[in-house]
């Protein structure tokens, strides 16, 4: 396991050494962690687009709860290079070498928003390393996505038609959410309706996590733009581990609608509807429930 330190984020706490972690092919996965060192581990999967960063959210809670954290740059994100032919089907082959690398046999798998397809494809593919799924605020196959907002069903259709385009549009935003206030990122993820300001700790870490996602390479967020839209290729019915699906009710993002559907097709679903909550509030309220240590 090779580690490099990992920049001081916005938050300005004591920053995070990256490891990294190889698939069977030897393309390298970075990964941070978070929490108690002996913690129960959890693997946190971040958005599209996003980076192990955003795991600083889990951190706090984490520690407290005794629970360690792995939280991976899928392909094509942060430190991790891109596999531009992957599927959501093939989450499982980027997850477990993180579980090989860190020494873990089994763990609880959590995906926030992008980060949902992967966390339920991999307990699907490898329910023997995969104890329990989270999917919190997590995109839905087309399927369920009758009511997709404007916004998203463009982003798709660019990812699908013209992914360069997609890409300089994602290089521009990065550039601008450098060097703007981090309302610019938030406000993507948030609701006017709901009152609850966001702590400047937390929108530090949105920010700081989308800067990252993007900086560097756009592949990632482009190849789950496309991919999401399409066929998942995931057999919910087989999927054996418990599965709790967290989902605010005021959600633009993600509307809810998507989750009643999941709850359906999932044999061991149980749904959480947080009220009042949108994107990021639903992770946010979320955290400290995923972050349980015991089932």
Known sequence: MSTVATPADDSQSEPHEASVARAADGRPISYTEYGRPDGAPVVFLHGTPGSRLLGKL????????GVRVLAPD??????SPSWPDRSIRDAAEFVTPVLDDAGV???DIVGFSGGGPYALATAADRPDRIEHV????????PSADGNMPAVQRLVTRLATSAPSVLGGLFRGQAWLAERLDPSFVVDQYTSAEV??????DVAAIVRADFVEALAERRGGAVTEFRTTATDWDVDFASITPSVGLWYGDTDTNVPIDGAHWLERELPTAQLHVLQGADHIRTLTRSIPEVCGGDR
């Open 105 to 107: 046999e089994t763990a």
């Open 195 to 200: 009152d609850d300001p966001i702590s400047e």
């Open 134 to 141: 989270d999917v919190i605020a997590g995109a839905t196959p």
């Open 74 to 79: 899928r392909p094509g994100y942060g430190r």
């Open 58 to 65: 889990l951190d706090r809670p984490a520690r407290k709860r």
